[in-house]
């Protein structure tokens, strides 16, 4: 069974995409979740940043509604949840 990588520029930066915040998640669940979240956050970014890039006839996957919209939206859920990693206080230690 041979695996495909998909086409299109945009769909392959999508999977990277996928694996980092998957990695995140991971992290988040085995413990370090500050670290994690930073990991998702920064994923969501450089999603916003490749949808800058990216030109619109190779964004395949990437594209979920228009350029202004996707760019708005990834950046500000990537800083988010960055600024939620860096501000939230550590609990009791115990």
Do not use: N
């Not at 979740?33 to 990991?39: C, F, S």
């Not at 940043?49 to 006839?57: D, K, N």
């Not at 395949?60 to 860096?86: E, H, N, Q």
């Amino acid at each position: 069974m041979k695996l495909r990588l998909p086409r299109s520029r945009g769909s392959q930066i999508y999977l990277l995409l996928l694996i980092g915040v998957f990695v995140g998640l991971v992290m988040v669940v085995s413990g370090p979740w500050r670290a994690g979240l930073m990991v998702v956050g920064a994923t969501f970014v450089i999603a916003s940043l490749a949808r800058v890039v990216v030109s619109a006839e190779h964004v395949g996957m990437l594209r979920v509604r228009s350029k202004a919209f996707d760019i708005f939206w990834t950046t500000t859920l990537g800083i988010s949840l960055c600024l939620l990693a860096l501000l939230v206080p550590p609990g009791p230690a115990g």
